[in-house]
């Protein structure tokens, strides 16, 4: 039998501080495989542009990992806030670019764009099942009737907005984050499904059910005379 609730917003704090606690040894983990996957793939890549670009990019990554690091925290708990507080459409469009600008993008930073797209579409197929189940817990402990998937601060667009952010402020070139979206998304996927459980698990010890999700009534048909 479940325990009774928790309060609904100390909570769902608790949630949020511990992500926001946790963030960095996330993305940790996540640099630490991608590392991996871009070495592997510069020793077997037979193409001179190609393992001379992977080489930068690790070089670079090596240089900027410390300030990733310490930036991600700041910039998740930046999205989390845009998310509480209905403003992250806002958030969004100051880190995407519009499709019409792309053609005047130089190559690197168009490339960059078209693996960070590869990347949220890794991402968010990987976390797609427990990410649904969470929002189903987010939305008890905000104390919603109903499921709001919106209302989630730890969606995977969330964790992605951050790190675009974190390399703005590293002030990481277009060709090295062209590079390391290539190959974070299957590490950044993995990381989050374990965060999703944890925090499943979080507020279920808590004393929370998952609600369910609306489902649209069926439309009502009349037999003809």
Partial sequence: MSSQPDSFS???????????????????????????????TRLNTPSPDQML???NALHTLVK??????????????????????????????RVEVPFNKLTIMQDHEFSAQMALSQLRHSVI?????????????TSAAQGLTRVRPESNPFQPESYIRAIQQSFEVADVDFQARQMWFQHMGMPLGNELVLLYKSLIQRLTSRGFEPINYAMPRPKEHTLPD
Avoid: W
């Avoid at 900027?64 to 459409?89: M, Y």
């Avoid at 197929?125 to 817990?137: I, K, P, R």
């Fill in 10 to 40: 100390n909570a769902f704090e608790d949630c949020i501080q511990e992500s926001v606690k946790t963030s960095s040894a996330l993305l940790t983990q996540v640099l630490v495989i991608g590392r991996r996957s871009m070495a592997e």
């Fill in 53 to 55: 670009a992977l080489h």
């Fill in 64 to 93: 900027h990992e410390h300030s990733l690091i310490n930036a991600f925290p700041i910039e998740l708990k930046k999205q989390f806030d845009a998310v509480l507080n209905g403003t992250q459409g806002t958030m969004e469009r």
């Fill in 125 to 137: 197929g990987a976390t797609e099942v427990d990410c649904a189940l969470l929002n189903s817990y």
